[in-house]
């Protein structure tokens, strides 16, 4: 008897023959197609974005509508329209947003100056930013490399150990704020850079632009700067690595400190938590991953930095 793996049939494979597919096997073979057609020719698309315009050709809703009444033989020259129109649109990016969630996946979008009136009326959270400040590095969103920043930022937030937008939907690809996206998302474009590129050149949002009526937060903001500046972390860690970690007691009362401050003000100007990201920008102990390590807490309160993987958050 044999018992070699060719005698085992995987029973989750998709038959070979376009004539014995489900409407749910057409769908992922077609996505393998275009995944794989992506490999070997020079389309830069993804294969969501592929998949997502190809549902707008009217041959393949033609196709999928059909699907469950076709023979055998329809289904086959079926699935070679859907091959070939596959191919055509991975050469003819539609000129337009199909809503494919490419861009959401990439990062969030930085706010530009002409966004204010925007945040102003509400259409995007205010909890949902986030500043990063002067000094700071970032992921450029061409050229994936590191750069840090010369002046400040503003950000839609992104989900937990993600890219992702905090707005792009958990089911689909839907964004949860279209109608009041950002200048941002409404430029990109995943099938052309050029749009953002130039974009990128035009007047960022700053918390001056957002804050500058109120004198008392944009002080404190000024003193968090000069108190709690990246710099100052970058140089602790620095002199942590020159030492073999015998400064390691100044880098946690640099994190307690920076602690201390954005949370005792919050609590005495009545700032809601969750807007501390905007108003003072990412905690040191969320940039603390930048130099390999990550901050846990005791039981008693007390903090510990404990190695960790190498990071750079967007």
Known sequence: MSTGNNSICDAN????????????????????????????SPSSLPAKRLLQQLRQD???????????????????????????????????????CVRCGECCRRSSPTLHLDDLELLQQGGIPWNQLVTLRRGEPVRTPFEEQVFYLLDE????????????CVFLGDQ???????????????????WDEEPARQ???????????????VELL????????????????NQAFVQLRADGGQSIDAVIELLSYEDHFRHFLADQLKIPADNLGLIFGRSHAQLVPLFGFRVEKEPDGTRRLVPDEMDVPA
């Open 199 to 213: 974009l990128s050149k035009q007047p960022y949002l700053t918390r001056r632009d957002i804050f500058q009526d």
């Open 58 to 96: 009217t041959d393949f809703q033609d196709v999928f509508r059909r699907w469950q009444t076709m023979t055998g033989s329809q289904r086959l020259d079926a699935w070679k329209r859907l091959v070939e129109g596959a191919g055509r649109h991975a050469r003819e990016a539609l000129p337009y």
């Open 218 to 233: 944009m002080e404190l903001i000024a003193e968090h700067d000069r108190r709690c500046a990246f710099d100052q972390l």
């Open 172 to 190: 689909g690809d839907s964004c949860l704020i279209y109608e009041n996206r950002p200048l941002q998302c409404r430029a990109q474009a995943c």
């Open 153 to 164: 930022r503003i950000k839609v937030r992104e989900k937990p150990d993600s890219q992702e």
């Open 13 to 40: 494979a998709t038959p070979a023959s376009p004539g014995t597919w489900s409407p749910e096997q057409l769908l992922q073979s077609l996505t393998d197609h275009l995944n794989q057609l992506i490999t070997e």
